[in-house]
C-alpha cells in the first residue's frame, strides 16, 4: 500500500512537472531557426561596413542595421559564436565607432542607435575607443539640457537603452535623469498632449496621428511596429535600471500596461496587424512588431513582471506565428513590413516580398527567438 502511495505521487509530480514545462517548440528548433536566419543575412553582408543602397545610399551603421547588431548581441549572449563578434567588431570599428556619418554631435536618436552595440561590445572589452564617441554625444546633449529631441515613438527604442547603459557603466545617474526627461517629454508634453494615450494605454507613433486623426474605422491610429519599439525599449531598460531609481515604477507600469492593451488585439493566427484597433486597414500578417511584442511579453514573463499564466498562450501564438511562417527554410524572413511610419507603408506586406531593408526586421526576430529560447529552461 505504501508503495503504491510512493509511486502515485511520483506520477502525480511527473505530471505536474509536464504541465509547466513548455512544449510549444523546443530549445533546439528555436536556435536553429535563429542561426539559419543569422547566417542568410550574414552570407548576403559579408562585409559589414559595404553601404546600404536602396532608394539612396547610406552608411552600414544606420539605425536598421544598429537593430540587427542589437539581435545579434542578444544572441551572441546565448550562443556565442567567434563569427558573430567578429562581425560586430568589425562593424564597429570599420564606422570608427562612430554615429552615423561620424557626427559625434548629432541629436537624432536614429543615428545614435548603433551606440548601445558599442557599449555592449565594450562591455566585452573596454577599450575606451569603443565608447567614446557616444558617451561624448550623449554627455553633449545633456549638457545643452534640452530634451525635446524625442518626438516620435521609435526613438524611445533607437536611444533610451544607451541612456541606461551609460549609466550603469559610469555608475552615473546623470544619464538615468536625462532619460527621463526625454521620456517625460514624449509621453506627457510632445505634441501638446504626450504621444502617450492615457485611456487606450497605447502610443501615438507622433504628432501627426494625434486626435482627430482617425483609421477608417474611426478609431484611432496606433502602429503595430512602433508601439512594439516601445514596448522592447521598455524592455531594455527595466533590465539594467537600478530599481531604486525614482522613475523605475512609472516605467515598469508603462511596460505592464502596454503588454496588457495589446496582447487581446493579436490575430487568431498569432500575428499582429500593423493598425492595432483597425484590422481592415492594410490588415494582415506582419513580423517585425509581432517579433517586438513577443520579445518584451517573453522578458516581462521571464523576469517575473508580466503573469506567466496570462500571458503564455499569446507569447506561444505570436513566436508559432513567426517560427512557421516568416522565418523561410533559406533563413530569408517573410512578413516583414518596409520602414515607414504607419499601417500604409510598405505595403502589401507579403510572405516573399523584400523589403526595402531586411536587417532590422532580423534584429527584431533575434531579440525575441532569444526570449524563448530563455522561457523554454524554466
Given at each position: 500500500?505504501?508503495?503504491?502511495?510512493i509511486?502515485?505521487?511520483?506520477m502525480i509530480?511527473?505530471?505536474?512537472?509536464?504541465?509547466n514545462?513548455?512544449?510549444?517548440?523546443?530549445?533546439?528548433?528555436?536556435?536553429?531557426?535563429?542561426?539559419?536566419?543569422?547566417?542568410?543575412?550574414m552570407?548576403?553582408?559579408?562585409?559589414p561596413?559595404?553601404?546600404?543602397?536602396t532608394?539612396?545610399?547610406?552608411a552600414?551603421?544606420?539605425?536598421t542595421?544598429?537593430?540587427?547588431?542589437?539581435?545579434?548581441?542578444?544572441?551572441?549572449?546565448?550562443?556565442?559564436?567567434?563569427?558573430?563578434?567578429?562581425?560586430a567588431?568589425?562593424?564597429?570599428?570599420?564606422?570608427n565607432?562612430?554615429?552615423?556619418?561620424?557626427?559625434?554631435?548629432?541629436?537624432?536618436?536614429d543615428?545614435?542607435?548603433?551606440?548601445?552595440t558599442?557599449?555592449?561590445?565594450?562591455?566585452l572589452?573596454?577599450k575606451?575607443?569603443?565608447?567614446?564617441?557616444?558617451?561624448?554625444?550623449?554627455d553633449?546633449?545633456?549638457?545643452?539640457?534640452r530634451?525635446?529631441?524625442?518626438?516620435?515613438i521609435?526613438?524611445?527604442?533607437?536611444?533610451?537603452?544607451?541612456?541606461?547603459?551609460?549609466?550603469v557603466?559610469?555608475?552615473?545617474?546623470?544619464y538615468?535623469?536625462?532619460m527621463?526627461?526625454?521620456?517625460?517629454?514624449?509621453k506627457?508634453?510632445?505634441?501638446?498632449?504626450?504621444?502617450?494615450n492615457?485611456?487606450?494605454?497605447?502610443w501615438?507613433r507622433d504628432?501627426?496621428?494625434l486626435?482627430?486623426y482617425?483609421?477608417?474605422?474611426?478609431?484611432?491610429?496606433y502602429?503595430?511596429?512602433?508601439?512594439?519599439?516601445?514596448l522592447?525599449?521598455?524592455?531594455l531598460?527595466l533590465?539594467?535600471?537600478p530599481?531604486?531609481d525614482?522613475?523605475?515604477?512609472?516605467?515598469?507600469?508603462?511596460?505592464?500596461d502596454?503588454?496588457m492593451a495589446?496582447?487581446?488585439?493579436?490575430?487568431k493566427d498569432?500575428?499582429?496587424n500593423?493598425?492595432?484597433?483597425?484590422?481592415n486597414?492594410?490588415?494582415?500578417?506582419?513580423?517585425?512588431?509581432?517579433?517586438?511584442f513577443?520579445?518584451?511579453?517573453?522578458?516581462?514573463?521571464?523576469?517575473g513582471?508580466?503573469?506567466k499564466?496570462?500571458?503564455?498562450?499569446t507569447?506561444?501564438?505570436?513566436?508559432m506565428?513567426i517560427?512557421?511562417?516568416?522565418?523561410?527554410?533559406?533563413?530569408f524572413?517573410?512578413y516583414?513590413?518596409?520602414?515607414?511610419?504607419?499601417p500604409?507603408?510598405?505595403?502589401?506586406?507579403?510572405k516573399?516580398?523584400?523589403?526595402?531593408?531586411?536587417d532590422?526586421?532580423?534584429?527584431?526576430?533575434?531579440?525575441?527567438?532569444?526570449?524563448?529560447?530563455?522561457?523554454?529552461?524554466k
Open positions: 500500500m505504501k508503495k503504491n502511495l509511486v502515485s505521487a511520483c509530480g511527473l505530471l505536474s512537472l509536464g504541465a514545462a513548455q512544449t510549444f517548440t523546443t530549445k533546439k528548433k528555436v536556435l536553429e531557426q535563429m542561426r539559419t536566419a543569422n547566417s542568410y543575412f552570407k548576403k553582408w559579408p562585409d561596413h559595404k553601404r546600404i543602397i532608394n539612396k545610399e547610406r552600414a551603421n544606420i539605425w542595421r544598429g537593430v540587427y547588431y542589437e539581435g545579434l548581441m542578444a544572441l551572441y549572449q546565448m550562443d556565442p559564436q567567434k563569427a558573430y563578434y567578429d562581425y567588431v568589425t562593424w564597429g570599428e570599420k564606422h565607432w562612430k554615429p552615423v556619418r561620424g557626427e559625434v554631435y548629432t541629436r537624432h536618436a543615428n545614435q542607435n548603433c551606440g548601445m558599442y557599449i555592449d561590445l565594450y562591455r572589452d573596454p575606451p575607443e569603443r565608447i567614446a564617441a557616444i558617451k561624448e554625444n550623449i553633449s546633449l545633456i549638457r545643452s539640457d530634451y525635446t529631441d524625442w518626438t516620435w521609435d526613438a524611445i527604442q533607437m536611444a533610451m537603452p544607451i541612456f541606461v547603459k551609460l549609466g557603466t559610469y555608475k552615473d545617474s546623470k538615468f535623469d536625462a527621463y526627461k526625454m521620456y517625460h517629454h514624449i506627457y508634453v510632445e505634441g501638446g498632449t504626450g504621444l502617450y492615457r485611456k487606450d494605454k497605447i501615438w504628432k501627426d496621428f486626435p482627430p482617425k483609421e477608417p474605422n474611426g478609431e484611432d491610429c502602429w503595430s511596429r512602433g508601439n512594439g519599439w516601445v522592447a525599449a521598455l524592455a531598460v533590465k539594467e535600471l530599481e531604486t525614482p522613475h523605475y515604477a512609472e516605467y515598469k507600469q508603462d511596460f505592464m502596454l503588454a495589446v496582447a487581446p488585439l493579436q490575430r498569432g500575428f499582429w500593423v493598425s492595432l484597433h483597425d484590422p486597414h492594410y490588415g494582415g500578417k506582419e513580423a517585425t512588431g509581432t517579433a517586438l513577443v520579445y518584451g511579453m517573453t522578458w516581462g514573463v521571464n523576469e513582471i508580466l503573469d499564466k496570462k500571458f503564455l498562450p507569447i506561444e501564438k505570436g513566436w506565428a517560427s512557421n511562417e516568416s522565418i523561410q527554410p533559406n533563413g524572413l517573410g516583414v513590413q518596409s520602414t515607414g511610419k504607419e500604409k507603408d510598405g505595403q502589401p506586406v507579403l516573399d516580398k523584400m523589403p526595402d531593408f531586411e532590422y526586421g532580423l534584429g527584431c526576430v533575434l531579440l525575441a527567438g532569444t526570449e524563448i529560447h530563455r522561457l523554454l529552461e
